[in-house]
């Protein structure tokens, strides 16, 4: 199975940028849509950018559609989300997620995702 593991997040200003890697390794990132999510607290988990798995395709949630981009490279196993015009209600942990290989899943539905980084916190002050 794939395990996946998230960097880059930290604290920014409103309006700055921030650049969230997700490698992956066990597994060819190649054989999966990857989804990426963020919970802030007392909130329920939310779906934030797609991407299919040759980056044919990509999602957005209204909210950061215009400000986030998400992005992959399979030949280095690595997947991106690039944040720019942050807002303090970014603030969240920020996961990235795959589904079962060759999947294309539900991207509002965390359930249909089956593996999991870590989260990586993002904090935007005012």
């Known amino acids: 199975q794939v395990q996946l593991v998230e960097s880059g997040g ?22 999966y849509y990857m989804g990426w999510f963020r919970q802030a607290p007392g909130k329920e988990r939310e779906f934030v950018a797609g991407i299919s798995r040759t980056s ?11 400000r986030f981009t998400t992005s992959r490279d399979n030949a280095k196993g690595t997947a991106y989300l ?10 969240a942990v920020y996961y990235c997620a795959a589904p079962r290989p060759l ?11 089956n593996y999991w980084g870590q989260g990586t916190q993002v904090t935007v002050s005012s």
């Open 82 to 91: 690039q944040m720019d015009s942050l807002k303090p209600e970014d603030t």
């Open 56 to 66: 044919t395709s990509t999602s957005y949630a209204d909210s950061v559609k215009g």
């Open 10 to 31: 930290g604290l920014v200003q409103a309006g700055g940028s921030l650049r969230l890697s997700c490698a992956a390794s066990g597994r060819s990132l190649s054989n």
């Open 103 to 113: 999947v294309r899943p539900r991207i509002n539905s965390p359930s249909e995702f």
